[in-house]
């Protein structure tokens, strides 16, 4: 009678062992594939949202700017100035010096430079006290860096200054006012310390600035270019300079936002294409065909963003050695299709967005 209780207290037999091994097996697969399918839809989903929020943040940093595009400079002289004469402690603008460190200067609202790609964005206007309507020259001295205008009021000393001459072969000339003679009427331009924008002598810009040109102070100008930071090493960063401030050595290119891989612009016109009617204050078309003359930046009225987004999360193929499936078609804009870095098909998802500015300054502006 002692014999099958001996017999049911053995234990489990080795068969049992293995199914219970076999069951715990299949749990913990289950269990690792179902954590790995949520870590999977978590980092997408933080990814998508980091995405978002990136491409919200840059498309309204550089909105914030483009409203402002225009204003103190919106005058049919100004906008025919083209690429601006100017100095800056030692060197000309490379229109006047050939290899020199500064930038060019054009001067207009919104710059866009399509022939690189992503493109590059460059916003300018006047700030601070500024006479938009201009005043006009009486008498230009060259030598001494003086000219006498009609009337001294608005106009402060440190403010930077545009000069512009009734003749359109006469290139606009940028310098800061070193001294204001209320009661003769005058402005200096004198060189040094205080006038870092004026070189000695008025050096080699242009001497003809006579009776009935036109001056305007822009205050302390704003010019900032929108780019993306160091594309061929694979940085993808939306960056903001400041040109004078960086010519100036008192700041340095701005990493503002990380992600946008490509960003492009257009300009909108009120141009009469596909036979509408030109200067209603409709636009007409989007392209990138820079304005060459003044009336032509006039009819720019505003302009198309768009920036491209790239989701942090990489995706592997499907099978080891296979092709990317996370993107395989290139993400387009109402402007036309962007590049994807590293090229199609990608193992990176993207994220398109786009806005459209109004200048409102080009829209209220004068002739």
Not at 164 to 183: D, E, F, R, Y
Not at 238 to 248: E, I, P, R
Not at 328 to 348: D, E, K, N, R
């Amino acid at each position: 009678m002692r014999t099958p209780m001996r017999a049911r207290e053995q234990g489990m037999s080795l068969v049992e062992v293995l199914v219970g091994v076999a069951i715990g097996l299949i749990g913990i697969l289950i269990i690792t594939q179902a954590y790995i399918a949520s870590d999977n839809f978590n980092r997408s989903a933080l990814g998508a949202g980091s995405g978002q929020t990136n491409g919200l943040i840059a498309l309204f940093t550089i909105q914030r700017d483009v409203e402002m595009a225009g204003y103190g400079i919106n005058q049919a002289n100004v906008l025919g100035c083209g690429n601006l004469d100017w100095y800056y402690n030692g060197n000309y603008s490379p229109n006047v010096q050939a290899g020199s460190p500064l930038p060019n200067l054009v001067l207009a609202p919104v710059y866009i430079d399509s022939s690189v790609t992503p493109n590059t964005i460059t916003v300018m206007y006047a700030s601070g006290t500024v006479l938009s309507m201009g005043s006009t020259i009486q008498s230009f001295n060259a030598s001494s860096s003086e000219v006498m205008v009609s009337g001294t009021q608005g106009y402060n000393v440190g403010d930077l200054i545009l000069l512009v001459s009734q003749s359109p072969s006469t290139p606009c000339t940028m310098a800061n006012i070193t001294n204001v003679q209320a009661t003769a009427s005058k402005l200096q331009m004198n060189p040094g310390a205080s006038g870092l924008y004026n070189p000695p002598s008025w050096g080699s810009f242009p001497s003809t600035y006579t009776t009935n040109d036109l001056i305007f102070d822009i205050g302390n100008p704003v010019v900032r270019t929108y780019s993306i930071a160091n594309p061929a090493v694979g940085q993808y960063r939306l960056q903001l300079t400041d040109t004078l401030l960086n010519v100036a050595g008192t700041a340095s290119p701005q990493d503002l936002v990380d992600g946008v891989v490509d960003l492009r612009a257009q300009y909108g016109k009120d141009d009469g294409a596909g036979g509408a009617t030109a200067g209603d204050g409709i636009v007409d078309e989007y392209n990138n065909v820079q304005p060459a003359t003044s009336a032509q930046w006039q009819q720019v009225l505003s302009v198309r963003i768009g920036v491209l987004v790239r989701i942090g999360t990489y995706e592997k193929p499907a099978t080891p050695g296979g092709a990317c499936t996370a993107t395989t078609t290139a993400p387009t804009w109402q402007g036309g299709t962007f590049t994807v870095p590293g090229g199609l098909p990608s193992c990176y998802r993207y994220r398109v967005y786009q806005t459209v500015v109004p200048l409102r300054n080009m829209l209220w502006g004068y002739s």
